[in-house]
């Protein structure tokens, strides 16, 4: 199994923005950090690994993929899990934005860019 931790540090502002009612963009991922490990053991970019895409979801309407390392939301590079939900948290639901993601096919990583409206949750 593995084990995922976050310092409340990173998650504040999303107990905050839960505990006084607001609404949390949605784009339909569960994922995780490529940790520094994984990137030199498999040489992946590092990233928001996606481990799994909801049905129905922006992510999946845009065509992301599990196993895809998404590496920017916009202008803003994603370098970990933290990054990402970050970035998504600061987007309204709504709005279109280009998704960067490193897929593997054939042996190395490619960049794909993916647009995808998000919605609210």
Same mark, same amino acid.
């Given at each position: 199994?593995m084990i995922?931790t976050?310092?409340i540090?990173?998650?504040?502002?999303?107990i905050?923005n839960?505990?006084?009612g607001?609404?949390?963009?949605?784009?339909?991922?569960v994922?995780?950090?490529?940790t520094?490990?994984?990137a030199?053991?498999?040489?992946?970019?590092?990233?928001a690994?996606?481990?799994? #895409?909801?049905p129905?979801?922006?992510?999946m309407?845009?065509?992301?993929? *599990?196993?895809? &390392?998404? !590496?920017? @939301?916009g202008? $803003?590079?994603? #370098?970990d899990?933290?990054?990402?939900?970050?970035?998504?948290?600061?987007? *309204?639901?709504? &709005?279109e !934005?280009? @998704?960067?993601? $490193?897929?593997?096919?054939?042996g190395?990583y490619?960049?794909?860019?993916f647009?995808?409206?998000l919605?609210?949750?």
């Open positions: 199994g995922t976050y310092s540090s990173d998650i504040k502002e999303t905050e839960l505990a006084n607001k609404e949390r963009t949605y784009m339909g991922i994922g995780t950090s490529v520094q490990e994984a030199d053991t498999h040489n992946m970019p590092m990233g690994y996606v481990i799994n #895409v909801d129905d979801s922006p992510a309407s845009a065509g992301i993929q *599990s196993g895809d &390392v998404i !590496t920017r @939301i202008t $803003q590079t994603i #370098v899990y933290s990054d990402y939900s970050k970035a998504i948290a600061e987007l *309204s639901a709504g &709005v !934005t280009v @998704i960067t993601v $490193q897929r593997f096919s054939r190395d490619t960049e794909l860019t647009e995808a409206e919605s609210k949750k």
